[in-house]
């Protein structure tokens, strides 16, 4: 029996604007990242999605802090020091957790959103100052990361709780980073590959490259896009896939 977490980066509406199919999503997941009104969402919209995970009795609530650019949906790098990136993780998770008490609930884990995320894989200082202000902030909480990369060992060098993340609808360079959404080929948008990458992913530890080589991933939690057009879809056949092949989802 294998097991791994199933994530979504969800609670991204905004205002009059809604973005993915949160409330039929967290039901089928077992980990949900929140944004934390700095890429995205706010307080109405983080307090809605909080009350759909605490309706749905077993998906953990995990903070998804990013930059401070609502506007490139946090895909767009900002140059920032050490202490405001600490001080922009300290806030977020401050936010969510606000929202997160008044219901009973508290954060499971943390996993930096986008260009904040994916920064990291080149900047191992910037992984560091993440990973110490989560343990600054919550030393019992789960950092989150891409696999074998910065974050995950910035994490472990703070004696926090790590996990492998790896993605079922995106492709890999060979050194095991993502390739960036603005080259062709960055998107895996058929389904039946996704999901066959997925399994392998799970039972052999490895994925192939855009370039066709097979690379080594540790795979604890895999992360579907809660804003892909068909992400409902997605998620449905991944997790009939999981059945299939006897893998068991379970809360990271």
């Known amino acids: 029996m294998y097991k791994v977490d199933l994530n979504a980066d969800l609670g991204e509406s905004y205002g009059n604007y809604t973005i993915g199919n ?3 999503i967290i039901p089928l997941i077992s980990s949900a990242n929140v944004a934390c009104g700095f890429h995205a969402s706010d307080p109405v919209v983080m307090i809605k999605t909080v009350e759909m995970i605490k309706e749905s009795g077993s998906t953990g609530l995990g903070a998804h802090p990013g930059f401070p650019d609502m506007m490139g949906f946090g895909r767009r790098y900002m140059d920032m020091t050490a202490d405001e990136v600490r001080a922009i993780v300290l806030y977020q998770l401050g936010a969510l957790e606000g929202i997160a008490k008044t219901y009973g609930l508290g954060l499971n884990h943390v996993k930096p959103h986008g260009a904040l995320y ?3 894989f080149n900047d191992y200082d ?5 990973a110490n202000a989560v343990k600054e902030y919550d030393p019992a909480l789960k950092l989150m990361g891409l696999s074998n990369q910065n974050l995950v060992k910035a994490g472990l060098e703070a004696g926090l709780e790590v996990r492998h993340e790896v993605f079922a609808d995106r492709a890999y360079e060979d ?3 993502l390739v960036s ?3 062709e080929g960055a998107m895996i948008t058929d389904t039946a590959e996704a999901v066959e990458r997925v ?6 530890n490895r994925v192939e490259s855009i370039n066709g080589n097979m690379i080594d991933i540790q795979a604890d939690s895999i992360c579907v896009h809660g804003d892909g057009e068909n992400a409902l879809e997605f998620i449905r056949e991944i997790r009939n896939a999981f059945k299939e092949n006897d893998i068991r989802i379970e809360t990271m």
């Open 199 to 204: 399994v392998k992913m799970i039972r052999e």
């Open 118 to 120: 994916n920064a990291t």
């Open 175 to 177: 050194d095991g980073t």
């Open 126 to 130: 910037l992984a560091v100052t993440i």
């Open 22 to 24: 949160d409330d039929e």
């Open 181 to 183: 959404r603005r080259k």
